[in-house]
Nanobody, 115 residues
Framework: QVQLVESGGGLVQAGGSLRLSCAASGILFSINTMGWYRQAPGKQRELVETITSGGHTNYANSVKGRFTISRGNAKNTVNLQMNRLEPEDTGVYSC?????????WGQGTQVTVSS
């Protein structure tokens, strides 16, 4: 079964940092896009930042300059370094994998930023 396992969420004060990690397992392919989406209570899920297997990134303007996505050394892994966190960053962050095999989501990890 395809699985995306996320880690690194938690509670931090505004201005702090968190690093999220995601590892995809199963029958997957090297040509893909991986990344992160988030959803606040009562709001729609939105793109945070994604990265293709070729290294191209796509990101929300709200996180530009604060969040950095990168692919890990292991296959089908991705990290999200989040700096200068704001209360508006609070939400459930979900890892996403998109490729020839389909589209898959992780279970989500809670990120809470206090004022």
């Amino acid at each position: 079964q395809v699985q995306l396992v996320e880690s690194g969420g938690g509670l931090v004060q505004a201005g702090g940092s968190l690093r999220l990690s995601c590892a995809a397992s199963g029958i997957l392919f090297s040509i893909n896009t991986m990344g992160w989406y988030r959803q606040a209570p009562g709001k729609q899920r939105e793109l945070v930042e994604t990265i293709t297997s070729g290294g191209h990134t796509n990101y929300a303007n709200s996180v530009k300059g604060r969040f950095t996505i990168s692919r890990g050394n292991a296959k089908n892994t991705v990290n999200l370094q989040m700096n200068r966190l704001e209360p508006e960053d609070t939400g459930v962050y979900s890892c996403n994998w998109r490729g020839l095999a389909g589209v898959y989501w992780g279970q989500g990890t809670q990120v809470t930023v206090s004022s």
